[in-house]
């Protein structure tokens, strides 16, 4: 699923015909001579005439192709590659989802071979919130004063909303709602209106069948903060009434902006219809001066493969409340017991890399090396990412040994396996409730999130305690 579902192509334009200059020549009075001519002319005149129409019928395809489409007969996704054209590279398709989701779903997907380093997808993106700004210069100052109040008013220490954000999402609707320009209109129309497999939809029975994240609170007041913003800034600002036509609008185009956007900020057609595989992934570059986005190949793609992006370090929890899916492998997991515990020991909660509820992973993803070809003057990039398997990140890490407290590796191995085994059970004890059994609504989608997490809990508890045997904390397998 390609975000919040984790979304042909234009043809080449056709050669112009070849224009042949001939010298005028003087016709002499001999009948033989002058009836050669007539021929040669007939001959010259037959040949480019046969030409002319092969190539108006050419080129009246190629021109239809390249300018004169009949947009208003493509399919929706037919138009989208029409005005965001991807560079020939990918192009947007049904991929076969895995088990776990049972059907298809839109993506990415190679039109050619795509070699290890090459640049797979080169896509504009738009400084939207700029535009809005350089329209409306006073409205930077009243969204930041609007947003400072909700979150005081609201006591959202955890809001992370910015005042850029806001001004984006309004840009995004005049652009599709008030100017109707198409390239954005089209683009609008290939985003998932229903968007109920978002845990913000999510009924209470739902949302009881799931073992709270713990930064759970961060995405409620986010959501909170901005009905609270637009509602202030329709109020006081009567030309945004035109734009946000009401409250539901406004916060559809918020959640397509938190589950597709990049850099919380910008909307890139096309790009956003990748879906997630962090082992798969291609590179991300970002060229700011030429507002360009680029998707660089970590390995080979075949012609007819999936092409990937991530959208983060997500747990299969994560996933399911965020995007409405949960892959078959995931390759994160949190262990809340552990959060809790780092939250209100007093050895660790007035540390604020400890105390803050931002998600600690555990990673189970192995060494990753990437290397991006982008050619010119120091235009080769390599990037390598690592992980240790079932590892928690480095801060936690920090922050555990200083909870615990000891430096000996047996008791940090024992008291990480003892938190995965209790998180284990509460996992399994929530997939298998009675409650959460139906077959409706998101149902499914929670229970499997809490069967995979149960399972990625107790493999890591099995390798935690390995390790407390051995008296070693690292390089676990």
Known sequence: MARSSGKGGKGGKGGKAEIVKHRNEKLVSSPKKYYGMLVAITVVVVAHLWEFLLFSSSGSASSSSSGEVNVDALKPLEKLMHYWPSGGAVTVASVVGDEADGDSFRGLVATRKIERGQVSLNADYHDLAGELTSQQPQLVNVVESLLQAAIQEQQATLATLSTGTVLALVRFLQLVDIEKVPKWTVYADTLPQNVTSMAWYWTPEERNCMVPRPNDALAWQNLSVFREVMTKLMEGQPWIQRIIRDPQRAEWAYLMFTTRAFEDLFFVPILDMGNH??????????????????????????????????????????????????????????????????????????????ANPSVKFFGDVGDQEIYAQLGGEGGHKSVVTHFQAFMPNEWAHACIRRLIPSDNKTDMAKYIAQKLESDHQKYVTMAHAPECQSTEGNFPLIRRANQVTAKLMWDAKGAWEQAADKGTNTNIP
């Open 277 to 354: 595989d962090p082992l798969k992934a291609v590179n991300t570059f970002f060229a700011k001066e030429q507002k360009k986005i680029l998707l660089v190949a970590p390995y080979t793609i075949q012609k007819g493969d999936p092409v990937y992006s991530t959208y983060g370090s997500l747990t299969p929890v994560h996933s399911a409340e965020i995007y409405g899916f949960v892959q078959a492998e995931p390759s994160y997991f949190e262990v809340p017991s552990i959060h809790e515990d780092l939250r209100t020991s007093e050895s660790t909660k007035n540390i604020g890399q400890c």
